[in-house]
């Protein structure tokens, strides 16, 4: 772990340096998808990383509830919370996915704020560090209630993301906010279920498409007013 203009960092992780000096990308596309929240009381940060959108969430909404697979950015991710006296997020070392059980995340060189979780062997075009093992869970096993907003950033992974959240889904009727890259490294090798048609089946509406993969879906029910 290292400290960089005041953000705790993995070690050797470039990409997380230029993300910070050139300002981190969920501080661009969280206020527009928030324009879309009508309560802030509770919200999920699925992808936590070192805190970047946990932080950003915690100054606005009463209560946040982040998930970290990845151990090294979820130590850094708990450091960053810490020095800064945040006290109303709750933080969780395990990968959300479709069922309980465990996967391999595989890491990229160099960059901790890219990772996935899949058992299939990576691409070999990709660079990766040795896999590790990590534990996972499902939104629908844990049936977090009062949730107003969620944000979902897992790198490929999004689709078992949310086929494991369908009835919390139904029953919360959050707000989304989501990362969905059309084309993206892993996702020719796996048969992740299309995370666009699983919101629609449940009623949600893509409302807003902001910078080239975040994704804004809001409930059946949604009315502005």
Known sequence: MQ????????????IGHKNIDNGFPCHVVLPQALKYVKKLNRAIDVGAWIGDSTLFLAERFSHVIGF???????ECCVKNMQ???????????????NKIGELQFHRRLKSSNS???????????ITTLPPITVKTISLDTLDIPNIDFIKID???HEGYV???ALNWLKKTQ?????????KAHNRQYDDMPNPD?????????????????DYIYVPQNYNKS
């Open 3 to 14: 400290l960089h203009k005041e953000w705790y960092l993995p070690d050797q992780d470039r």
């Open 68 to 74: 970290e697979a990845h151990p090294d950015p979820f």
């Open 174 to 182: 959050p707000v989304v906010m989501i990362e969905n890259k059309v």
């Open 115 to 125: 990772g996935w979780l899949s058992n299939k062997t990576p691409p070999k075009d």
């Open 83 to 97: 020095t800064r006296n945040i006290k109303n997020v709750t933080l969780n070392q395990v990968g959300l996915s």
């Open 197 to 213: 048609i699983l919101l629609r089946n449940l009623g949600y509406k893509m409302i807003q498409k902001i910078d080239k993969a």
């Open 154 to 156: 897992v790198d490929t």
């Open 162 to 164: 949310i086929a494991g």
